[in-house]
């Protein structure tokens, strides 16, 4: 069974431009979430994602958004980045019922803003 | 307001020691907490989890302990190896709203 599979593994973009990561969850899984990684902040939750709908939210500006696809493959979009934003983000993936606890992270995406 | 708080921020051991990270959450509707494990270039992994009716809960070295009336849990690893230096994050999810709130990490090193 493949992983969460994370794409571009790094990125450099300049401050004002945008940005969209992408995130494959393991076959069958739904819910996708979004963290932002600092190593003074930690692991910061952005958004969940759940059979194409947005279900939980973070402390984020709105310069930060995503989506779900009915395939549950997830992006990540940042406009207008700020020197702020450089990270790793990192998606998770898990499955559906009470059962499915565990989340299943990505390598993450590393974001260097210039 | 951070809803778990984690400590230490870090932690030496030599090798053979245990090590010990703390955390404590305020949100008594969480019912799940699960401890993750980073390695450097790599994704958090799930170590070892837990739910708020059993007080502890071992595998291998590896051991929570679980006090629900102060809402505090704890990562004990026995024995220490050089390869469990890594970054350990705790957590505490509510299932049924499906969202995972993390501490904000311990880096711990285990020296040989």
């Known amino acids: 069974k493949a992983g969460v599979t994370q794409t571009p593994r790094y990125l450099i973009k300049t401050r004002g431009q945008q940005v969209t990561l992408s995130c494959s969850p393991i076959s069958g899984h739904r819910s996708v979430s979004w963290y932002q990684q600092t190593p003074g902040q930690g692991l910061q939750f952005l958004f969940e994602y759940f059979s194409e709908t947005q279900r939980n939210k973070g402390n984020f500006p709105g310069r930060f958004s995503g989506r779900q696809f009915s395939n549950s493959r997830s992006e990540m979009n940042v406009s207008t980045l700020e020197l702020g934003d450089s990270a790793l983000y990192l998606c998770?993936?898990?499955?559906?019922?009470?059962?499915?606890?565990?989340?299943?992270f990505g390598q993450g995406t590393r974001l260097t803003v210039v | 307001q951070q809803q778990v708080k984690q400590s230490p921020q870090s932690l030496i051991v030599q090798k053979g020691g245990i090590s010990i990270i703390n955390c404590a959450y305020e949100?008594?509707?969480?019912?799940?907490f699960p401890w993750y494990q980073q390695f450097p270039g790599k994704g958090p992994a799930l170590l070892i989890a837990?739910?708020?009716?059993?007080s502890e809960k071992k595998e291998g070295r590896f051991t929570i302990s679980f006090n629900k009336s102060a809402k505090q849990f704890s990562l004990h690893i026995m024995d220490s190896q050089p390869g469990d230096s890594a970054t350990y994050f705790c957590a505490a999810s509510n299932t049924n709203a499906g969202k995972s709130t993390f501490g904000d990490g311990t880096t711990l090193t285990v020296k040989p």
């Open positions: 949100n008594t509707a969480f019912d799940y």
């Open positions: 837990i739910r708020p009716d059993v």
């Open positions: 998770a993936s898990k499955g559906i019922g009470t059962h499915h606890t565990e989340a299943f």
